[in-house]
T-cell receptor, first 111, second 112 residues
Framework: GESVGLHLPTLSVQEGDNSIINCAYS??????FIWYKQESGKGPQFIID?????DKRQGQRVTVLLNKTVKHLSLQIAATQPGDSAVYFC??????????FGAGTRLFVKA | SQTIHQWPATLVQPVGSPLSLECTVE??????LYWYRQAAGRGLQLLFY??????ISSEVPQNLSASRPQDRQFILSSKKLLLSDSGFYLC???????????FGPGTRLTVT
């Protein structure tokens, strides 16, 4: 069945370093991918998205990479800051309305 | 700008009691609306979505129901809560089915 998984449940990085959060998906028909950030007790916040006709997209301090060959998605955060500490979810959509979320990776930023 | 509201923020209800959670969106019209549930330390599970007033699609059959009485109002209900209904309930909206979803602040429900 469809699944979106994350390689690491927890990631700890030093402030100022770059962070890379990885995600694997299983449905090769998925054509839209999203990264969300969720702080404790709050709803997920949209970070960046990418469509399957692209392999890279950049935002402010964030970059999403999509490798359709191996069905892998990653989120790169440049110069990680304490405010980046949160749980990060990748999600995939295969047409329609259903967005499938992964379990999440918790990012800890050490000062 | 668009904003999405949910209430209550937290709720503690006994098993067997009814439930009504409300979500409203401001600053947009005819949004797609969604209800998700998030168990502790887990991802989000889509419960219901709606493309218009009175139009509800259910993703997970259970003792919950949803209604959309107005364009920007989405309600999640239950007649009798179960312990397994505890969780963090999130409402979201999007401009269309293929647009990014924006989430509300959530309601933390504890069924005792």
């Amino acid at each position: 069945g469809e699944s979106v998984g994350l390689h690491l449940p927890t990631l700890s990085v030093q402030e100022g370093d770059n962070s890379i959060i990885n995600c694997a998906y299983s449905n090769s028909a998925s054509d839209y991918f999203i990264w969300y950030k969720q702080e404790s007790g709050k709803g997920p916040q949209f970070i960046i998205d990418i469509r399957s006709n692209m392999d890279k997209r950049q935002g402010q301090r964030v970059t999403v990479l999509l490798n359709k060959t191996v069905k892998h998605l990653s989120l790169q955060i440049a110069a990680t800051q304490p405010g980046d500490s949160a749980v990060y979810f990748c999600a995939e959509r295969t047409g329609g309305f259903k967005t499938i979320f992964g379990a999440g990776t918790r990012l800890f930023v050490k000062a | 700008s668009q904003t999405i509201h949910q209430w209550p923020a937290t709720l503690v209800q006994p098993v067997g009691s009814p439930l009504s959670l409300e979500c409203t969106v401001e600053g947009t019209s005819n949004p797609n609306l969604y209800w998700y549930r998030q168990a502790a330390g887990r991802g989000l599970q889509l419960l219901f979505y709606s493309v218009g007033i009175g139009q509800i699609s259910s993703e997970v059959p259970q003792n919950l129901s949803a209604s959309r009485p107005q364009d920007r109002q989405f309600i999640l209900s239950s007649k009798k809560l179960l312990l397994s209904d505890s969780g963090f309930y999130l409402c979201a909206w999007s401009k269309g089915p293929r647009a990014e979803q924006y989430f509300g602040p959530g309601t933390r429900l504890t069924v005792t």
